[in-house]
């Protein structure tokens, strides 16, 4: 199947600072990328969608100011937390797809703990 | 607004025996995908068994099958010959063809015993 790589898959940071975690579709063309965020032993919420070259639909009650996401290309998108505080630590999933297959590829996942 | 339930938080099997974990949905997609997928220790999710909601038929993987029941908005997850490596959480997951967006469950732990 096809594959998609977070990066990093650990990172501490201080309070107020910002954060870059990278999603690669590895194999693929990704028209369209998604982020999510997990708080431990819960499912999966929805924080964007990102097509590549236009500006990350966001869902409601997310900041968009705070979760930056970049879609510069049809492998890469970043999402960026800005000015970190303890309660943004989670675990960030990105996926992708391209076309309309009804498959997404889930990328490994990134731990975030803001001291 | 589609939302997935699943109103088993924790399921334990033995070894070997076969186990149903249990989805419901709702939907105002007349087009959408159903979905299964895993994930364990290690967070990565992956997936399991993939319905096309205008297929009658129930999908097949292996040991894994679903039983879809569209007018009942149901979809469960059987699985057979249960194995130590099958122990996880399980997401119900379903991606409506007009939003594109995919919505999880709150998950299933479970456990396989020895």
């Known amino acids: 199947g096809a594959v998609v790589s977070q990066h990093p898959s650990w990172v501490i940071c201080k309070s107020g600072t910002s954060v870059k975690i990278e999603c690669r579709s590895l194999?693929?063309?990704?028209?369209?990328m998604f982020w999510y965020r997990q708080f431990p032993k819960q499912s999966l919420m929805l924080m964007a969608t990102?097509?590549?070259?236009?500006?990350?639909?966001?869902e409601q009650g997310v900041e968009k100011d705070k979760f930056l996401i970049n879609h510069a290309s049809l492998t890469l998108s970043t999402l960026t937390v800005t000015s970190a505080h303890p309660e943004d630590s989670s675990f960030y999933i990105c996926?992708?797809?391209?076309?309309?297959?009804?498959?997404?590829?889930f990328g490994e996942g990134s731990r975030l703990t803001v001291l | 607004a589609q939302t997935v339930t699943q109103s088993q938080p924790e399921m334990s099997v033995q070894e070997a025996e076969t186990v149903t974990l249990s989805c419901t949905y709702d939907?105002?997609?007349?087009?959408?995908?159903l979905f299964w997928y895993k994930q364990p220790p290690s967070r990565q999710m992956i997936l399991v068994i993939r319905?096309?909601?205008?297929?009658?038929q129930n999908a097949t993987e292996n040991r894994f099958s679903v039983n879809f029941q569209k007018a009942a908005k149901s979809f469960s997850l059987k699985i057979s010959d249960s194995q130590l490596g099958d122990a996880a959480m399980y997401f119900c997951?379903?991606?409506?063809?007009?939003?594109?967006?995919?919505?999880f469950g709150t998950g299933t732990r479970l456990t396989i015993i020895p």
């Open positions: 996926s992708a797809r391209t076309g309309f297959t009804g498959e997404l590829f």
């Open positions: 939907t105002s997609e007349s087009d959408y995908y």
């Open positions: 319905q096309e909601a205008y297929k009658q």
């Open positions: 194999d693929f063309q990704a028209t369209t």
């Open positions: 990102s097509n590549e070259g236009s500006k990350a639909t966001y």
């Open positions: 997951a379903l991606l409506g063809f007009g939003n594109e967006k995919l919505t």
